[in-house]
């Protein structure tokens, strides 16, 4: 059974973007988002990064979303015990190098080939497409906030936090890896 039926509404005020790279050029963000869970409504943050286009024909300038980013090289032992167990299970050996960005749950296979891959092969597809395209209009814009201590260790902390947000019963963690586990248990 899912845990999320849908994401009902992406808060672009949220937008927090800082540069991850220089060569190539990529930057990474944050966005909160209003999903229904089992449980209800609740307000949840994503992490994204903007595409250099330059690797598994990701389009450049697009948005994809991620859960982290690695912070050293070898296993994965860095997250919380369910997205290392994820991220263990849907990369080529179970490793990355230090600086990857985590992003190989939502490049599960596509049975529509016309789709974009990098959102998953799931229910919550068109959502996360739509997050990515919205993000890229907000950039392409201005329209984002500049959080220069967005870093890979930030990233990680805030996708993974015990707070709870205001008007939710559930903590941001928990509700991320719900999220997760939507996209994993239908990866292939």
């Known amino acids: 059974m899912a845990n999320i039926n849908q994401i009902l509404k992406i808060n672009k005020g949220s937008f927090r973007v ?7 050029f990529r930057a990474i963000g944050l966005i909160d988002v209003e999903m229904k869970f089992n449980y209800g409504i609740e307000t949840v943050t994503l992490a994204y ?20 980013i690695k912070l050293k090289e070898g296993e994965f032992d860095e997250f919380t015990d369910y997205i290392n167990y994820v991220l263990s299970n849907t990369t080529l050996d179970g490793t990355a190098i ?14 529509d080939k016309s789709k974009k891959p990098g959102f998953s092969n799931t229910k919550h597809y068109d959502s996360l497409l739509e997050i990515g395209e919205t993000l890229e209009y907000l950039y392409d814009n201005g329209k984002y ?22 008007g939710n019963k ?19």
């Open 98 to 111: 230090k600086g990857w960005l985590c992003k190989s749950v939502f490049f599960g296979e596509l049975d």
């Open 49 to 68: 990064y903007r595409s250099s286009g330059t690797n598994d024909g990701k389009v450049k300038g697009l948005w994809y979303p991620i859960v982290g």
């Open 170 to 188: 559930h903590t941001q963690r928990e509700n991320f890896e719900k999220f997760v586990q939507d996209i994993y248990n239908q990866f292939k």
């Open 145 to 166: 906030y500049k959080m220069k201590n967005l870093d890979s260790n930030k990233l990680n902390n805030l996708v993974s936090s015990l707070e709870i947000y205001e």
């Open 18 to 24: 800082n540069q991850y790279s220089k060569r190539p």
